[in-house]
Nanobody, 122 residues
Framework: VQLQASGGGLVQAGDSLKLSCATSRTGSNNAVGWFRRPPGKEREFVATISWNGGSTLLADSVKDRFSISRDRAKNIVYLQMNSLEPEDTAVYYC?????????????????WGQGTLVTVSS
């Protein structure tokens, strides 16, 4: 499965941003997850969506501000980020799971995109 994340940029606190993850057709039956790596910190789980979009899971730190969705016709998974905070600054990665339902741990994901940088200024 090939993935390409896009949509990152520099925004101010309180702004919104929508990330996109384009996947190859071979990933259409896989759950897709978003992870992020803040500067100087470990990679952390952000959100995941099942193969058909019927099940989603978001990290506690973002669940009231972010949402995840997918357009199966276009093979794109989106991460809508609202009310961004400086703490959301990170490189965001999308990844395809080895299963049809996503998980929160990186070892459940077999293919990773190149990442897109999100910078939130205060």
């Amino acid at each position: 499965v090939q993935l390409q994340a896009s949509g990152g940029g520099l925004v101010q606190a309180g702004d919104s941003l929508k990330l996109s993850c384009a996947t190859s057709r071979t990933g259409s039956n896989n759950a897709v997850g978003w992870f992020r790596r803040p500067p100087g910190k470990e990679r952390e789980f952000v959100a995941t969506i099942s193969w058909n979009g019927g099940s989603t899971l978001l990290a506690d730190s973002v669940k009231d501000r972010f949402s995840i969705s997918r357009d199966r016709a276009k093979n794109i998974v989106y991460l809508q980020m609202n009310s961004l905070e400086p703490e959301d600054t990170a490189v965001y990665y999308c990844a395809a799971s080895i299963r049809s339902v996503g998980a929160t741990t990186p070892d459940s994901y077999r293919s990773w995109g190149q990442g897109t940088l999100v910078t939130v200024s205060s």
